[in-house]
């Protein structure tokens, strides 16, 4: 009976004791992987194109394409043309760029191609400026925000402004107010604003409320952190940020679905290109100023 | 409350009036003399009649029926000397009697012969496999017994990996499952990680693994109810073991006390280098659990006892960046079995706790996670013995449970909740036995769920037939409706959930359902050899999944969706005086759909085959063989990989300079396989007598004999592979007073 165990066992091992060859990716096909949004703050319009890869760490030769060919068409149906440049420090994308875009209200739609073998497409909708208005009373400042009906996501932000002296050399720099905050002794706690999502169809404003113990919250750690002193804080500016449709669900994808309520863990992917991956989205950044 | 003890009322009122008629009645006990134990499923026969019953999982029996006369009534149970009583029963008589069977030591003859014990004590049954401590003996180990690994390779039961204990019967998810200890309902019975159960064991003196077809006792669970007994202890002389295995230190005593009994295991990690191999890295893991029970005897066949369950998971980094774990259970109930004229009476009041805490120490302004569940559970069920084997059972619970958690989601926003459910259930069975060779089950269980102001209603049918047409073959079907308002919120994608969270289903959403068909055939092909085969087909409607289509913030978390599973089960078992061994092949398919995506859960294995055999060698030596073969589990593919780029913020220009980190595109969920698993387990054991009642157990096992690489899971974002256990050898040394 011994024999017989050790020889089932022998046959086990001698047909088992192979293993499988494995791959994780599964239907591989090139596409093209790109990532444009159109500032309207912005002098130059950079987009970042990139290779899908058909496994992780491969070098950034790897990554990049040849013969890349990019045009955007604008509201009013005119090409304008993407040239390459460099980006420091940026090796693992192909960086291009268009100048002197002067962003309007309306479609905008991009072509990718890569010699005759990747292509891909997108459209994406700039939106009009937006309004601000700054209303102040006896413990905050009112923002009234009117906002693009095309806005799917909005954030607002606030900044105090101030002069700092690095070697002798004066420069402008910006701290954020938090929309929260909360000091227990030396344990504090800061919540910032992050991108709300809009009404899609709605043409309405936003309200958003600025604590003066939240300016002087910062104002202080502005003086701690930089022992300035009290007259070298000029003002403070407050940004608004709409991000598009495609723009928004990037982002929340990226982010995970991080809302206040949920417990999900994982994390999904969202992209607008056709044929291809990553995003083509749109922001319009509008500013005010106030003194404090 | 009051309407639930009217119902109860009328039924009772409804058996006294209908049923009761008098005749004469034998019941009683059936115990081992030398510990004081009762026996499970012990024969008892009234000699020359055709009376006869086996005793239940408390050793407790009735013969109802007999006519007048005197007779010679025999109580058997293999690995134990028969015993007979003579009697002599009269007209409306009921005899009460206690049966002290004198044990006979014969180590695989207990595991072939107590296996084909229950094999008939479970005939009218379906789907319920009894697991006795013998069985838990030889299965080879990777460093603890435990009863989860034998439950994973029982036919219609799979996993997702060595390291995990968690299960999946026949299609359904690892929250699915009810776990009763002693009658206390345990919500996280793992040690940390999963790798192995907190039930110690040594104590457990028998497990019912219900796969399907439950019975209408059992509600709020929609896929299996494993219901664990422990040892009372011994009632007559004190005694202990010691045990020592490759990661963890163990000592149980038994005795009597108070007139009662006494049986306590406390179990105590030590090595990390076990779970160094189980994990991939040294984790300061550190764990104890401690089973306790008292039991009492009380007057008609009766006992009270006293159950405690404790379990603590440590794990303690030294670095400031790196987390530490707290995991705990904790239960405490009572129990009270008693024979009252014809019934037969099982009270239970039980209270359980568990928690999960993760402490940031602070680190980057993080705040600490904890959640935990408490639950009280009380329990009440009678049974009435009708005409012959007609039996009438009823009864009613009570759940209370409680979920709070906080934590901080990814956002960095604290999230905190306090959830408070009361549920309720009543059910009535009606078992006809009178005609040989068919037993009939017809049942009815109702649940009530209030929560937040909300009551909802769940009615579930339940019915079994079991049909002898030869005697060496029974037909089983069964039909059953259940609802689940428990659930977790772990994510299937999750490798190793840590942090699993108990939510009632609230409003909008409806308590999870599942109708369940079973069809069996169970027969002997020779004294040696049976066989059986089992077809199921679940559908599962209102199954709460995460919200696959969730784009917003504002959208919901969870989805309800629908699924079915279904599948065929072969199990052949072996044993004779030598060799026991069983092969089990189940072939099932798992759907589920969710916001219009079809797909199929990770632990959809199409096909598993498990065997265990246990060969005894000279100088009764055993030789112990698990081999396990399951089609991969199902993952979801990667398109290709990109750097994905974080433009969230726009303050700056720092965007562009952004490079990303490396993202895998995944494709349909969960449309890949991984490669076939499969792992060979050998194994060594002994036991030696020293010196009178000083026994030696030892135990070498061979873990992944030919150290097949099965992968456990594929990092998407890195492709990197982690692969389940190595080759390991591990050992176990136990001494016994």
């Given at each position: 009976m011994i024999k017989k165990i050790v020889s089932i066992l022998f046959i086990i091992l001698f047909f088992t004791s192979c293993n499988d060859d494995f791959?994780?990716?599964?239907d591989y096909h090139e596409q093209l992987v790109v990532f444009l949004v159109l500032d309207n703050r912005a002098d130059k319009q950079i987009i970042k194109i990139q290779k899908l890869q058909n496994?992780?760490?491969?070098?950034d030769n790897n990554k990049v394409l040849k013969d890349l060919s990019v045009r955007l068409i604008d509201t009013y149906g005119v090409a304008h043309y993407f040239k390459d440049t460099v980006l420091n420090g940026v090796n693992n994308f192909n960086v291009l760029f268009v100048d002197s875009l002067d962003l309007k209200e309306g479609t905008y739609s991009l072509f990718v191609n890569s010699g005759n073998k990747l292509y891909a497409w997108s459209n994406v909708t700039v939106r009009a400026p937006q309004l601000i208005y700054v209303s102040s009373f006896n413990e905050y400042y009112k923002i009234n925000i009117s906002k693009s009906?095309?806005?799917r996501g909005v954030l607002v932000k606030s900044f105090v402004c101030f002069d700092r002296v690095d070697n002798g050399i004066t420069t402008s720099d910006m701290m954020e107010i938090p929309s929260k905050f909360s000091v227990n002794g030396t344990d504090t706690t800061e919540i910032y604003p992050a991108v709300e999502k809009s009404d899609y169809s709605e043409n309405k404003s936003i309200e958003v409320i600025i604590g003066y113990n939240a300016i002087v919250y910062t104002k202080q750690k502005i003086i701690n952190r930089y022992?300035?002193?009290?007259?070298?804080?000029k003002k403070i500016k407050i940004f608004s940020f709409s991000y598009d449709w495609n723009l928004y669900e990037y982002i929340m994808s990226y982010k995970g679905?991080?809302?206040?309520y949920s417990v999900r863990l994982d994390r999904p992917n969202y992209s607008n290109i056709i044929f291809g991956n990553g995003v083509f989205g749109a922001i319009r950044v509008d500013s005010t100023e106030i003194k404090p | 409350m009051k309407n639930i003890l009217k119902i109860l009322l009328i039924i009772a009122l409804l058996k006294v009036t209908l049923f009761c008629i008098e005749s004469n009645s034998i019941k009683g006990i059936v115990k081992d003399?030398?510990?004081?134990e009762t026996i499970p499923f012990a024969t008892i026969i009234v000699e020359n009649t055709k009376y006869g019953t086996y005793a239940n999982t408390n050793g407790f029996f009735f013969i109802k029926g007999i006519i007048d006369g005197k007779f010679k009534v025999t109580a058997t149970a293999v690995g134990y000397n028969k015993k007979t009583i003579e009697v002599d029963i009269k007209k409306g008589e009921t005899i009460s009697l206690s049966f002290e069977l004198e044990p006979i030591p014969i180590e695989l003859q207990g595991v072939t012969k107590v296996s084909e014990r229950m094999k008939e004590a479970y005939k009218?049954?379906?789907?319920v496999q009894a697991l006795s401590q013998q069985e838990l003996k030889i299965i080879p180990s990777t460093s603890e017994k435990d009863i989860f690994k034998l439950i994973q390779?029982?036919?219609g039961v799979s996993s997702?990996?060595?390291?995990?204990?968690q299960f999946y019967v026949?299609?359904?998810?690892?929250?699915?499952n009810m776990i009763l200890y002693d009658n206390m309902m345990i919500y996280s019975p793992f040690h940390a990680f999963g790798m192995?159960?907190?039930?110690?064991?040594?104590?457990?003196k028998i497990s019912e693994m219900m796969t399907?077809?439950?019975?209408?006792?059992?509600?709020?669970?929609?896929s299996s109810v494993m219901n664990i007994i422990s040892k009372d202890g011994n009632s007559n002389k004190y005694s202990g073991k010691l045990n020592i295995g490759n990661s963890s230190a163990q000592a149980l005593v038994e005795g009597p006390i108070l007139g009662g009994s006494l049986i306590s295991s406390a179990r105590k990690s030590y090595f990390n280098n076990v779970f160094e191999k189980f994990l991939g890295k040294n984790i300061p893991l550190d764990f104890y659990d401690i089973n306790s029970k008292l039991t009492f005897p009380i007057a008609n066949e009766g006992k009270f006892s006293f159950s405690a369950i404790i379990s603590r998971d440590n794990i303690n980094q030294s670095a400031i960046s790196s987390p530490n774990y707290l995991w705990q259970n904790a239960a405490v109930g009572t129990n009270v079995q008693v024979s009252i004229e014809d019934y037969y009476l099982d009270v239970a009041l039980s209270f359980s706790f568990s928690k999960a805490y993760v402490d940031y120490k602070g680190f980057q302004g993080r705040q600490n996670s904890e959640n935990r569940i408490s639950n009280i559970f009380f329990d009440a069920k009678a049974e009435s013995y009708l005409f012959e084997k007609d039996i009438l059972s009823y009864g009613f619970s009570f759940i209370l449970p409680r979920t709070e958690y906080s934590f901080q989601n990814s956002s960095g926003l604290v999230v905190k909740n306090k959830l408070d459910q009361q549920e309720s259930g009543i059910f009535v069975k009606y078992r006809f036995g009178r005609i040989e060779g068919l037993g009939v089950d017809v049942g009815i269980r109702s649940n009530f769920e209030f929560i937040a102001e909300n009551i909802s209603y769940a009615f579930e049918p339940r019915i079994k037939v079991t049909y002898q047409p030869f005697h060496f073959a029974t037909l089983k079907a069964s039909y059953g409706r259940y609802h689940q308002t428990m659930i977790t919120t772990?994510?299937?994608?999750?490798?190793?959930?840590l942090f699993e969270i108990w939510l009632p289903v609230e409003k909008p959403y409806y308590p999870e359902r599942c109708d369940e068909y079973i069809g069996a055939l169970e027969t002997d092909l020779s004294d040696n050899l049976s066989f059986s085969f089992q077809g199921y087909f679940k559908r599962f409607t209102n199954?709460?999944?995460?919200?696959?289509?969730?784009?917003?913030?504002?959208?919901?978390d969870f989805s309800s969706g629908t699924g079915r599973s279904y599948g065929y089960e072969f199990f052949l078992k072996y044993q004779d005086e030598s060799l026991y061994t069983w092969i089990n092949y189940t072939l099932s398919w798992a759907k589920r759909k969710s916001d219009r995506v079809k797909y199929s859960p990770?632990?959809?294995?199409?096909h598993i085959i498990n065997i265990l055999s246990s060969y005894r060698l000279p100088y009764d030596i055993h030789f112990n063989l698990k081999w396990e073969l399951a089609s991969g589990t199902l993952f979801t593919p990667v398109l290709g990989y990109f750097d994905r780029l974080?433009?969230?913020?726009?303050?700056?220009?720092?965007y562009y300079y952004d490079t990303g980190s490396s993202y895998g595109v995944l494709?349909?969920?969960?449309a890949s396989r991984l490669p076939w698993y499969h792992r060979l387990d050998i194994g060594l054991s002994k036991s030696l007598?020293?010196?009178?009642?000083f026994a030696l157990n030892l135990k070498v096992d061979l873990i992944n004999l030919y150290d097949r690489k099965n992968i456990?899971?594929?990092?998407?974002?890195?492709?990197e592979k982690v692969y389940m256990l190595p080759f390991m050898f591990t050992f176990f040394v136990g001494l016994e007073i």
């Open positions: 791959d994780i990716v599964k496994d992780v760490g491969l070098n009906a095309s806005s022992h300035i002193e009290s007259k070298d804080i679905y991080s809302d206040p | 003399k030398q510990t004081g009218n049954e379906i789907s390779i029982l036919p997702t990996g060595d390291v995990t204990s026949r299609g359904g998810s690892g929250d699915q192995f159960s907190i039930f110690n064991t040594d104590v457990i399907g077809g439950f019975s209408p006792e059992y509600g709020g669970r929609l772990s994510n299937e994608d999750d490798i190793i959930p199954l709460l999944g995460y919200n696959l289509k969730k784009k917003n913030s504002s959208d919901p990770k632990y959809d294995r199409r974080d433009l969230e913020d726009f303050s700056s220009n720092n494709g349909s969920k969960n007598t020293i010196y009178n009642s456990f899971y594929i990092n998407k974002d890195t492709g």
